[in-house]
């Protein structure tokens, strides 16, 4: 059974970089898309982007000047980066599993970041 | 971008109801439409990929159906575990898309 176990810092202020990273176990990396989505308050689902094992990103344009995704394979992990983070991007981040790069099987818990300004 | 629209955007329902969510995309997304049911506080979980595939543990009172612009979820008898927010994501064009979800509550 595939698991994602997302860890990363919470409260942030604004101007700050927002950094998380999603485990995986019970699966690889490879032969899949992984992908960071956000859930504003009380707002619907934001898809951040995706990364494969070899690199490969694809970005919400929306947020392209500010994300990095990246994967380490040896950790079996990969990570969100978004630089400048304002009080608008204070949401819930979940990592999941892109399966055949068309709809998310597998989810982190979920991480609540707040950003004060 | 590709905009989803759902209707309704909630609903009162009592068990044993049978519950239908409509979906709609902005251009053509042919099947590539999925459905997923979220609770508060939990992750959003997959019920339906492709439309109207049902996701592997997924109960089969739940079913999706259509193609094109015009998608359907439908659960057929509600359950009390079934009082969520529904969403509905395309994955025809990055960036993917979700709608603006369905609330379903008693």
């Known amino acids: 059974q595939v698991h994602l176990q997302q860890s990363g810092p919470g409260l942030l202020r604004s101007s700050e970089t927002l950094s998380l990273a999603c485990t995986v176990s019970?699966?690889?990396?490879?032969?899949?898309?992984w992908s960071w989505v956000r859930q504003l308050p009380g707002k619907t689902l934001e898809w951040i982007g995706c990364?494969?094992?070899?690199?490969?990103?694809n970005y919400n344009p929306s947020l392209n000047s500010r994300v990095t995704i990246s994967a380490d394979t040896a950790k079996n992990q990969f990570s969100l980066r978004l630089t400048s983070v304002t009080t608008a991007d204070t949401a819930v981040y979940y990592c999941?599993?892109?399966?055949?790069?068309?709809?998310?099987?597998?989810w982190g818990q979920g991480t609540l970041v707040p950003v004060s300004s | 971008d590709i905009q989803m629209t759902q209707s309704p955007s909630s609903l009162s329902a009592s068990a044993g109801d049978r519950v239908t969510i409509a979906c709609r995309a902005s251009?053509?997304?042919?099947?590539?439409l999925n459905w997923y049911q979220q609770k508060p506080g939990k992750a959003p979980n997959l019920l339906i990929h492709?439309?109207?595939s049902l996701q592997g543990g997924v109960p089969s009172r739940f079913s999706g159906s259509g193609s094109g612009t015009d998608f359907t979820l439908t659960i057929s008898s509600l359950q009390p575990e079934d009082f969520a927010t529904y969403y509905c994501?395309?994955?025809?064009?990055?960036?993917?898309?979700f709608g603006p979800g369905t609330k379903v509550d008693v």
């Open positions: 999941a599993r892109l399966r055949s790069g068309v709809d998310l099987d597998y």
């Open positions: 019970g699966g690889s990396l490879r032969n899949y898309y």
């Open positions: 990364i494969d094992y070899t690199g490969n990103t």
């Open positions: 251009q053509s997304i042919a099947n590539y």
């Open positions: 492709a439309a109207s």
């Open positions: 994501q395309q994955s025809h064009d990055i960036p993917f898309t």
